[in-house]
């Protein structure tokens, strides 16, 4: 199946250093690759990579941007010149494995006049229902407390307040896979470092757990299997064992297997409060260290073709009494279909059957909207990027119906010309 995966943030790209970002979410750019290297968890390729600026390069300058594939470039790259406002590659693919790490650069020359920047691209798995969940920080895990980050973004901060971090699954399915990787090894053996994907605030059974110790500085969980149902609450627990010697960062990466094929999880959440009376905007998956706006242009994050629906929100506490939060995906600064309110005593709230789509390039953000004065909370939040087997037809499900041919001959009719 494939996966669009969203990036972006209001960040200036650099007019004369090569700079780096996460190739989902989105954060600050920064000259090390290494802060910003996401994890893959599942074989497949990553495709139809693509950007948008804020405005033009200028005449005779550019930006070059460019998958990477454990620290060095891949043939996934092209420019935005001139001009141009959007750029991309939708001829070459790239082939990722268990354990690679991804990221996105960029490459200025001319020197272009200084743009704010989205992007996105597609992860093609190899597996039937399965797509990534990409994770990391550039900030220091502590080497003596326990701490919390969240399980999906370009860059979480953590702490020792577990809720703070909560992201919601918007559909059943499995996760599974594993895989974490440090900057160094944790210190002197049995120095160490553990994480946990952690299911409603409590370590399961088959919750996912990585440790790795001193001498290694890469670990997965390819074992357990977390079932998780729409509406569950996934966070991530992060414990030094044995006193570290050693300061690290950490980037990981699971595969999510959906009950449903062609189903991807976008995940996001902010414990920024929510303003009480003005309507604002944030990415929607996340850099957690960012904060809601009024200026929907300073939250767009990069879309292309695929459907967004099962938007699940989670509130910190109630709005209260005769007031509500109304939380609407937005596509290309407009309103979309996919709407879900909280209001009330309520804590949860979800968009149910409510789908639309998005387009190439098409912008991509969450806005919020306040009525009645409602107490301020935080949010958290799930939704669904489905995209359907190539040549579909709606409400046919077998594509042996389209052709009139039973399931049972299919496999004499592959391969005739």
Same mark, same amino acid.
């Given at each position: 199946?494939?996966?669009?995966?969203?990036?972006? &943030?209001?960040?200036?790209?650099?007019?004369?250093?090569?700079?780096?970002?996460?190739?989902?979410?989105?954060?600050?750019?920064?000259?090390?690759?290494?802060?910003?290297?996401?994890?893959?968890?599942?074989?497949?390729?990553?495709?139809?990579?693509?950007?948008?600026?804020?405005?033009?390069?200028?005449?005779?300058?550019?930006?070059?941007?460019?998958?990477?594939?454990?620290?060095?470039?891949?043939?996934?790259?092209?420019?935005?010149?001139?001009?141009?406002?959007?750029?991309?590659?939708?001829?070459?693919?790239?082939?990722?494995?268990?354990?690679?790490?991804?990221?996105?650069?960029?490459?200025?020359?001319?020197?272009?006049?200084?743009?704010?920047?989205? &992007?996105?691209?597609?992860?093609?798995?190899?597996?039937?229902?399965?797509?990534?969940?990409?994770?990391?920080?550039?900030?220091?895990?502590?080497?003596?407390?326990?701490?919390?980050?969240?399980?999906?973004?370009?860059?979480?901060?953590?702490?020792?307040?577990?809720?703070?971090?909560?992201?919601?699954?918007?559909?059943?399915?499995?996760?599974?896979?594993?895989?974490?990787?440090?900057?160094?090894?944790?210190?002197?053996?049995?120095?160490?470092?553990?994480?946990?994907?952690?299911?409603?605030?409590?370590?399961?059974?088959?919750?996912?757990?990585?440790?790795?110790?001193?001498?290694?500085?890469?670990?997965?969980?390819?074992?357990?299997?977390?079932?998780?149902?729409?509406?569950?609450?996934?966070?991530?627990?992060?414990?030094?064992?044995?006193?570290?010697?050693?300061?690290?960062?950490?980037?990981?990466?699971?595969?999510?297997?959906?009950?449903?094929?062609?189903?991807?999880?976008?995940?996001?959440?902010?414990?920024?409060?929510?303003?009480?009376?003005?309507?604002?905007?944030?990415?929607?998956?996340?850099?957690?260290?960012?904060?809601?706006?009024?200026?929907?242009?300073?939250?767009?994050?990069?879309?292309?073709?695929?459907?967004?629906?099962?938007?699940?929100?989670?509130?910190?506490?109630?709005?209260?009494?005769?007031?509500?939060?109304?939380?609407?995906?937005?596509?290309?600064?407009?309103?979309?279909?996919?709407?879900?309110?909280?209001?009330?005593?309520?804590?949860?709230?979800?968009?149910?059957?409510?789908?639309?789509?998005?387009?190439?390039?098409?912008?991509?953000?969450?806005?919020?909207?306040?009525?009645?004065?409602?107490?301020?909370?935080?949010?958290?939040?799930?939704?669904?990027?489905?995209?359907?087997?190539?040549?579909?037809?709606?409400?046919?499900?077998?594509?042996?119906?389209?052709?009139?041919?039973?399931?049972?001959?299919?496999?004499?009719?592959?391969?005739?010309?």
């Amino acid at each position: 199946m494939e996966q669009v995966i969203f990036g972006g &943030w209001w960040d200036f790209l650099s007019a004369t250093d090569t700079e780096y970002n996460s190739l989902n979410g989105g954060t600050l750019w920064a000259d090390l690759e290494t802060y910003y290297c996401k994890l893959v968890s599942t074989d497949g390729v990553i495709k139809n990579l693509r950007a948008k600026l804020s405005g033009t390069p200028g005449a005779g300058t550019k930006y070059t941007f460019t998958l990477m594939l454990n620290g060095n470039p891949t043939a996934l790259t092209f420019d935005i010149a001139d001009t141009d406002t959007t750029g991309g590659d939708m001829i070459n693919e790239v082939v990722v494995t268990g354990g690679d790490t991804v990221s996105i650069r960029c490459v200025p020359t001319g020197p272009p006049t200084a743009r704010y920047c989205t &992007w996105t691209s597609v992860f093609k798995g190899d597996t039937a229902k399965e797509s990534l969940m990409l994770g990391g920080s550039w900030d220091a895990v502590s080497k003596t407390a326990t701490e919390y980050g969240q399980v999906y973004g370009a860059h979480t901060v953590y702490s020792a307040t577990e809720n703070n971090y909560r992201q919601v699954v918007p559909t059943a399915g499995t996760i599974k896979n594993f895989y974490v990787k440090l900057s160094e090894d944790p210190g002197v053996d049995p120095d160490a470092y553990r994480f946990t994907v952690r299911l409603n605030g409590a370590t399961v059974a088959q919750s996912l757990i990585v440790t790795i110790t001193a001498d290694d500085t890469t670990g997965n969980d390819l074992a357990h299997n977390l079932a998780v149902v729409a509406g569950d609450i996934l966070t991530l627990m992060i414990e030094p064992l044995n006193a570290p010697l050693s300061t690290v960062y950490a980037v990981w990466g699971m595969t999510f297997v959906a009950d449903i094929d062609g189903e991807s999880i976008v995940l996001g959440g902010s414990d920024d409060d929510l303003h009480a009376a003005t309507t604002e905007y944030y990415v929607l998956t996340s850099y957690e260290g960012g904060a809601w706006t009024s200026i929907e242009s300073q939250r767009y994050q990069l879309g292309q073709i695929c459907t967004l629906k099962k938007l699940y929100i989670l509130l910190s506490g109630a709005p209260g009494a005769g007031t509500s939060y109304t939380f609407t995906v937005r596509i290309g600064g407009a309103d979309s279909n996919v709407v879900a309110v909280v209001a009330g005593a309520a804590t949860t709230g979800n968009s149910a059957a409510l789908e639309d789509t998005v387009a190439n390039d098409d912008y991509v953000n969450l806005q919020v909207a306040p009525s009645g004065a409602p107490t301020v909370r935080d949010a958290y939040w799930g939704l669904v990027c489905y995209i359907a087997w190539a040549g579909k037809i709606s409400g046919v499900t077998n594509p042996a119906e389209v052709m009139g041919v039973s399931a049972a001959n299919i496999a004499k009719v592959k391969g005739v010309a």
